[in-house]
């Protein structure tokens, strides 16, 4: 068996799976050209195409990340191979983080109070009851429902939405256009952990902001596609005109890095972090690894994404 693996960490890759498969060849996307050939399977995150057009007989792809657009959007992506992604993986505890602080960043009121250190201003803000702050978790994959799920421990009211109908305890799920518009309207603070999807492309858009009751504000871990950045500033405002939104916590961009002259770095109720919500914790990604090159080698059923999907 013959195992390749392409990511920054490679070499920890490289010994774990060594370790997990005495018997396999275990590569880093390095090896010279020649012993590139005829691997069985890809562990890859961000793969060159060169990379997957030279296979001629694999058996698998595993994504060392939950999305998978960019593995979808290479060429010479072989079709007829199954793809598995990384699921959870420690993910949703780390994206649970980042998404209840950017939650409580607004519902304490923590962007006032940065604006009012600016003025040496010293002027507590009224707190509501955690009742009436709703938070809508739009994306309710294997992460998301971690987050929701997170979300409601903390006593939040929590609102999800997906594309097919979903059932979570808890959390009050919608589905479909109309129920995406309907969740919407009742949320004081909308979190999007959506993959890049065609489907998904600018989800919120000038229309979809429009719909978040007035002060709402939005947090991105999710992809930079989802949203549409410039009605996202519009409906910001400015500091002298603020807008429907009150703020936002973004990791993620349509462009990544963030160019330097982006408007969103300068806006004063934007808060900007470098994709990096939830690193992909190793142990856990590598277990899961080899827990799916073992299923592949058995012949046991996996769960493969859906490439027309894209997720
Ligand atoms: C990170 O962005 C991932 O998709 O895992």
Known sequence: MKIIVHIDEADQWQEALAEAFPDAQVLTSSAPAEERQNADYLAVWKAPAHLLEEQTRLKGIINLGAGVDHLLRTPGLPRQVPIVKLRDAGMGELMADYVLYGVLHFYRSMDCYAAQQQRATWQPQDVVAKSQWPVGVLGLGAIGRYVANVL????????????????????????????????????????????????????????????????????????????????????????????????????????????????????????????????????????????????????????????????
């Open 152 to 311: 409601h421990q903390a006593g939040f009211p929590v609102l999800g939405w997906s594309r097919s109908p979903k059932q979570i305890t808890g959390v009050r799920c919608y589905h479909g256009d109309d129920g995406l518009g309907e969740l919407l309207g009742q949320v004081q603070t909308v979190v999007t952990i959506l993959p890049d999807t065609a489907a998904t492309q600018h989800i919120l858009d000038a229309r979809r902001l429009a719909k978040l009751p007035e002060g709402a504000s939005v947090i991105n871990p999710g992809r930079g596609s989802l949203i549409d950045e410039q009605a996202l500033l519009e409906a910001l405002g400015s500091d002298s005109q603020p807008g429907h939104i009150r703020g936002a916590l973004l990791d993620v961009f349509e462009e990544e890095p963030l160019p330097d002259n982006h408007p969103l770095w300068q806006h004063p109720r934007v808060l900007i972090t470098p994709h990096m919500a939830a690193p992909t914790p190793l142990s856990d990604a590598i277990d899961q690894v080899i827990a799916y090159i073992k299923a592949f080698e058995a012949g046991d059923s996996v769960t493969t994404i859906d490439p027309e999907a894209g997720y």
